[in-house]
């Protein structure tokens, strides 16, 4: 039990003439962490109020912040930990606060505590957004989310340290056009056409060209143009990768393959296929011709979007728990915590170790005492 002192003097009219006017307690349900696991923790606050004869005020002292919450920043720490990071849902959820601990946790209050942790480390949320649109790097990729049975997105725009998830009801290129609009790095990305007209240096993911090229290969196995194609660009990227296995992403040690691009490209140029299959290939080639080897003249671009794909795999699994149960301001409550975490994740932080001590990313020195 936590019983406040007496204050000293009225702090309207600083007369020391109070009298006790009152007193009641608050229960905070929280829980206690330690080396052999987790136990209930209950801790009841009393509050006095006073009132000053003199001039007639009414006030009180006590932790007033307890009045706010019934349930601690432990139990909050918890709550989202399961969610975001071990993907239990919130009925589930329920189900084990009240077996382990005795605590009848409805998932209206559950949902709750979501808003509040938002609104909790929002401070983190908008630290990791800065950092994003102020780097070097961003990959970007989409995916497709139901809330309430209405099709909606889900965006995914990541660095190699930083996550950041928007929810959108369209996929229309104003959502990525807005977030990116003053971003002046690499932006690494699918060939979704939304991505084209951003102001940024581009890089095209190879990764996802070369899937889409060997899905025309077993297409049609006995072009013989559409398998030339696909030879010579990937001679041509097989000595790329050679040299960023062997010295990294450094333009130093890439820039000598531009040469091997241009030989690429004036021969790709010159030649006239006769399937619609070649053609088509060219064509893509030829369009994207400043966008798949930018990578060349930027230190540490890569040349996939295996961040983003990442992240995104990261959302599927938590849209696997939520299903379309959510509702819009629930997925953006989800995905502004999942962006914490996934930023967690790539910076090899504790996530439950930063939600029981700190605010801001950057702060966070390591696993939390007890």
Same mark, same amino acid.
């Given at each position: 039990?936590?019983?406040?002192?007496?204050? #000293?003097?009225?702090?309207?009219?600083?007369?020391?003439?109070?009298?006790?006017?009152?007193?009641? $307690?608050? !229960?905070?349900?929280?829980?206690?962490?330690? @080396?052999?696991?987790?136990?209930?923790?209950?801790?009841?606050?009393?509050?006095? $109020?006073?009132?000053?004869?003199?001039?007639?005020?009414?006030?009180?002292?006590?932790?007033?912040?307890?009045?706010?919450?019934? *349930?601690?920043?432990?139990? !909050?720490?918890?709550?989202?930990?399961?969610?975001? @990071?071990?993907?239990?849902?919130?009925?589930?959820?329920?189900?084990?606060? $009240?077996?382990? %601990? =005795?605590?009848?946790?409805?998932?209206?209050?559950?949902?709750?505590?979501?808003?509040?942790?938002?609104?909790?480390?929002? &401070?983190?949320?908008?630290?990791?957004?800065?950092?994003?649109?102020?780097?070097? !790097?961003?990959?970007?990729?989409?995916?497709?989310?139901?809330?309430?049975?209405?099709?909606?997105?889900?965006?995914?725009?990541?660095?190699?340290?930083?996550?950041?998830?928007?929810?959108?009801?369209?996929?229309?290129?104003?959502? +990525?056009?807005?977030?990116?609009?003053?971003?002046?790095?690499?932006?690494?990305?699918?060939?979704?056409?939304? *991505?084209?007209?951003?102001?940024?240096?581009?890089?095209?993911?190879?990764?996802?060209?070369?899937?889409?090229?060997?899905?025309?290969?077993?297409?049609?196995?006995?072009?013989?143009?559409?398998?030339?194609?696909?030879?010579?660009?990937?001679?041509?990227?097989?000595?790329?990768? &050679?040299?960023?296995?062997?010295?990294?992403?450094?333009?130093? %040690?890439?820039?000598? $393959?531009?040469?091997?691009?241009?030989?690429? *490209?004036?021969?790709? !140029?010159? #030649?006239? *296929?006769?399937?619609?299959?070649?053609?088509?290939?060219? #064509?893509?080639?030829?369009?994207?011709?400043?966008?798949?080897?930018?990578?060349?003249?930027?230190?540490? +671009?890569?040349?996939?979007?295996?961040?983003?794909?990442?992240?995104?795999?990261?959302?599927?699994?938590?849209?696997?728990?939520?299903?379309?149960?959510?509702?819009?301001?629930?997925?953006?409550?989800?995905?502004?915590?999942?962006?914490?975490?996934?930023?967690?994740?790539?910076?090899?932080?504790?996530?439950?170790?930063?939600?029981? =001590?700190?605010?801001?990313?950057?702060?966070? =020195?390591?696993?939390?005492?007890?």
């Amino acid at each position: 039990m936590i019983v406040p002192s007496r204050p #000293r003097k009225c702090p309207t009219c600083n007369s020391a003439r109070i009298s006790l006017n009152g007193r009641h $307690h608050r !229960l905070l349900f929280d829980i206690r962490f330690s @080396e052999g696991g987790l136990r209930r923790w209950i801790t009841k606050y009393v509050v006095d $109020h006073y009132k000053c004869p003199g001039c007639g005020v009414s006030f009180s002292s006590g932790p007033r912040q307890v009045k706010r919450h019934r *349930y601690g920043d432990n139990i !909050l720490a918890y709550v989202v930990y399961s969610i975001v @990071e071990l993907r239990i849902s919130q009925y589930k959820l329920a189900k084990i606060m $009240h077996k382990l %601990f =005795g605590y009848s946790l409805v998932q209206q209050e559950i949902s709750r505590m979501m808003q509040r942790a938002v609104e909790t480390y929002l &401070d983190a949320y908008e630290e990791i957004k800065q950092r994003l649109l102020n780097g070097k !790097l961003i990959h970007a990729d989409e995916t497709h989310v139901s809330v309430r049975g209405k099709d909606s997105y889900v965006w995914v725009f990541a660095s190699m340290e930083e996550v950041i998830y928007i929810w959108s009801e369209t996929r229309e290129r104003h959502v +990525a056009a807005e977030f990116l609009e003053n971003f002046k790095g690499v932006l690494v990305s699918d060939f979704y056409s939304v *991505y084209d007209s951003l102001d940024c240096p581009q890089q095209k993911c190879l990764v996802h060209l070369m899937r889409d090229l060997n899905d025309d290969i077993h297409r049609e196995p006995f072009n013989v143009e559409i398998k030339e194609i696909v030879h010579e660009f990937g001679d041509l990227l097989e000595r790329i990768i &050679d040299t960023i296995d062997g010295s990294g992403l450094k333009t130093h %040690f890439l820039r000598k $393959h531009k040469i091997a691009v241009t030989r690429f *490209y004036d021969a790709l !140029l010159l #030649r006239k *296929y006769d399937t619609e299959l070649a053609q088509k290939v060219q #064509r893509r080639f030829i369009k994207n011709r400043y966008k798949l080897f930018t990578f060349l003249d930027y230190d540490n +671009a890569p040349w996939n979007n295996n961040n983003a794909e990442h992240a995104v795999k990261s959302f599927a699994d938590l849209r696997n728990v939520i299903g379309g149960r959510t509702t819009e301001s629930g997925i953006q409550y989800y995905l502004i915590l999942l962006g914490i975490y996934q930023t967690c994740v790539y910076r090899e932080m504790d996530f439950l170790g930063f939600l029981r =001590g700190e605010k801001k990313i950057d702060a966070y =020195g390591g696993e939390q005492s007890r």
